[in-house]
């Protein structure tokens, strides 16, 4: 069983930096990559940035390139989240997710196998 525990996020002023971080464990039990989504009250959860160990490769939505950076650091087991440039509209409840089957970057929620328990991050004016 994969566990994933995430840490950072909280409440920052617009064009602020956050970090969000997610710890796997057991030690990469099979892990593929990971996923990191945000649900925003009355709006569909929406796929953030996706990251894959091989190849390694990274993805991002639209509306966060350029702002966010999704990286992996292999001595700590963890997943990071780099948030710049925050705009309101950032404001949302986000989630990581471990996934075991390889392949490409996935953007869709069922392909996700294990998920963090969620990390709040709110941009105020």
């Known amino acids: 069983q994969v566990q994933v525990v995430q840490s950072g996020g909280g409440l920052v002023q617009a064009g602020g930096s956050l970090r969000l971080s997610c710890t796997i464990s057991p030690r990469n039990r099979g892990v593929s990559g990971m996923g990191w989504f945000r649900q925003s009250v009355g709006k569909d959860g929406e796929f953030v940035a996706g990251?894959?160990?091989?190849?390694?490769?990274?993805k991002y939505a639209d509306s966060v390139k350029g702002r966010f950076t999704v990286s992996r650091d292999d001595v700590d087991n963890t997943v990071s989240l780099q948030m710049s440039a925050l705009s309101p509209e950032d404001t949302a409840l986000y989630y990581c997710?471990?996934?075991?089957?390889?392949?490409?970057?996935?953007?869709?929620?069922?392909?996700?196998?294990?998920w963090g328990q969620g990390t709040q991050v709110t941009v105020s004016q």
């Open positions: 997710a471990a996934r075991q089957r390889s392949g490409s970057i996935s953007g869709t929620v069922s392909d996700y196998d294990y």
């Open positions: 990251i894959s160990w091989n190849p390694a490769a990274t």
